[in-house]
């Protein structure tokens, strides 16, 4: 169990939270070896994603003076992380080095550690990321059925479960 992930599954929707509990429950049985899977993102705010958004577009350097490239085509609203529905992986191997190799079996069962989760979230109905034209193999997310536009038009008329900022699904 990793503290950090623990922490990040209270950012998720509030109709996720229990499912995705029991579903790192059995991500973390599931890896046995030198990999343990953190969830990097989950909620990303409205702000945040506009952030990201800019890198790449209208904020092309890092404080360092680094080159930025283009990392997401999503603005604020317009991915299922700003409703809390979405989360990417990544595999941190022997506690600190993070990976994101999808085929590696590092618990040797024959089976990628990667696949192992994903197939985890599959079961409970979860979309992966790794099966799309343009290809998010960190990312799994469950919709309920509703498209970002349809939540941004909920979030925008402040269709909130109460006293949160979470739309009502
Ligand atoms: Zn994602």
Redesign the pocket.
């Known amino acids: 169990m990793d503290k950090v992930t623990l922490d990040r599954i209270e950012l998720l929707h509030p109709q996720l939270r229990a499912e995705v509990s029991e579903i790192y429950d059995k991500v973390c049985k599931a890896l046995t070896g030198r990999a343990i899977c953190r969830f990097a993102?989950t909620l990303r705010t409205f702000k945040e994603q506009d952030d990201l958004y800019a890198q790449g577009r209208t904020r092309l350097f890092n404080s360092k003076g680094k080159r930025l490239g283009v990392v997401t085509n999503a603005k604020g609203g317009q991915?299922y992380?700003n409703y809390g529905l979405?989360?990417?992986i990544v595999l941190i191997i022997d506690g600190k080095v993070a990976s994101w190799d999808f085929r590696q079996d590092f618990d040797k069962d024959k089976k990628s550690d990667w696949m192992e989760v994903v197939e985890i979230f599959k079961a409970y109905g979860w979309a992966w990321?790794g099966d799309w034209k343009f290809i998010?193999r960190?990312?799994l997310?469950k919709t309920f059925g509703l498209s970002t536009r349809e939540l941004l038009a909920r979030h925008n008329a402040k269709d909130f479960i109460p006293g949160t900022t979470y739309v009502r699904l």
């Open positions: 993102y991915s992380h979405a989360v990417d990321g998010d960190p990312h997310e």
